[in-house]
């Protein structure tokens, strides 16, 4: 599987962005598609994911802020962001697990919050 992340920019604290990642490839042998971020120095993290069911699960930090969501018909998973910090501050990478329990990651996309 291929992804290609974009959506990624400067946002003044309390704004919104959308993060949009294309998949391509082995399509069919997706079983979890997610975010993940990575802030200077921090260990990557994973944001939110959202399974073959349309289950979705949150980090803490980003519940009732964030949301992941998927246009099947488009090969596109998308991560809504709202009331931004700060703290999120971060270069997000989307990520999928195959039916072989093999991980994809995408080139990572740049979100900075700061006034």
């Known amino acids: 599987v291929q992804l290609q992340a974009s959506g990624g920019g400067l946002v003044q604290p309390g704004g919104s962005l959308r993060l949009s990642c294309v998949a391509s490839g082995s399509i069919a042998s997706i079983v979890a598609m997610a975010w993940y971020r990575q802030a200077p120095g921090e260990q990557r993290e994973m944001v939110a994911v959202i399974v073959g069911s349309g289950t979705t699960n949150y980090a803490d930090s980003v519940k009732g802020r964030f949301t992941i969501s998927r246009d099947i018909a488009k090969n596109t998973l998308y991560l809504q962001m709202s009331s931004l910090k700060p703290e999120d501050t971060a270069v997000y990478y989307c990520?999928?697990?195959?039916?072989?329990?093999?991980?994809?990651w995408g080139q990572g996309t740049l979100v900075t919050v700061s006034s």
């Open positions: 990520n999928t697990l195959d039916n072989l329990r093999r991980d994809s």
